[in-house]
């Protein structure tokens, strides 16, 4: 409960450019930099006592307060997994509480949605920079998505899409033959075994494989490529 000996709030001073932060003043210490919201969910004002366990709510608000207006800030540029917004906010320094707590909130709301992200990602690559399967699966764990909602996710958006690795490898090969001078369409091309096709095709499958392509969508796509070389 206040007593006489608490603080007393004497001013509230707001901070440019927006007034979204003010400065609290009162009659004892330096003042303080708090977010307006928080002051408005304490229900403090000029006048009111500030014991120390008003105070530590009004910090503990504020500290949500920050963390949700960062978070959103984050999602303002581009949708992003749990662990993602988790990791950036990490890196803001907030705490692990304070994160979570925010988080747990805005998946309740809507805000998060990891297979919607997936979802989204995976069509992305695919119409501007095709990956296979294997690829896709391991981006998308590496966002933090579980490897089990990665792999269904990419089945559903292929079945979507109509797309499968072959298809892919081949599309990946024609716009890399397209990006090639004619002395390696030629090297390609050659049905013998001269070191300069050995090079091209190693160079070629070096190109699918870091694109996720494997087994048979792999080895289709590297027969194809000699016969598109030569058209």
């Known amino acids: 409960m206040p007593n006489a000996a608490d ?14 932060k003010v400065l609290v003043h009162t009659d004892s210490g330096e003042p303080f930099e708090i977010m307006l919201e928080a002051l408005e969910r304490s229900r403090l004002g000029v006048g009111d006592r500030l014991p120390s366990d008003s105070r530590q709510h009004l910090l503990k608000h504020d500290g949500e307060v ?7 800030n984050l999602l303002s ?4 997994t749990r662990t993602e917004l988790k990791r ?12 979570d707590l ?19 990602f995976v069509r992305d690559r695919l119409r501007h920079r095709p ?4 690829r896709l699966s391991s981006e998308l764990r590496a966002k933090g998505v579980p ?10 958006v292929f079945k979507d899409e109509a797309v499968d690795d072959s298809a892919l490898a081949k599309g990946v090969v024609e716009a890399w033959l397209r990006r090639q001078n ?3 369409l030629d090297a390609l091309a050659d049905e013998g075994r001269s070191p300069e096709r050995e090079k091209a095709r190693r160079r070629l499958y070096g190109h699918l494989t870091r694109r996720g392509f494997g087994g048979t969508p792999l080895q289709e796509a590297m027969a194809d490529a000699a016969e598109m070389a030569g058209d």
Not at 7 to 20: A, M, Q, Y
Not at 88 to 99: H, S, V, Y
């Open 88 to 99: 950036r906010l990490r890196q803001k320094g907030f705490t692990p509480e304070a994160i």
């Open 66 to 72: 920050r963390v949700r207006d960062a978070a959103f």
């Open 77 to 80: 540029y581009r949708a992003r």
């Open 7 to 20: 603080p007393l709030i004497t001013r509230i001073e707001p901070l440019r450019p927006r007034g979204l």
């Open 182 to 184: 004619q002395d390696v």
């Open 102 to 120: 925010c988080l747990d909130r805005l998946q309740e709301r809507g805000f998060l949605d990891d297979q919607a992200v997936a979802a989204a």
């Open 147 to 156: 490897a089990e909602l990665a792999n269904s996710t990419i089945e559903q």
């Open 131 to 134: 990956r296979g399967r294997r």
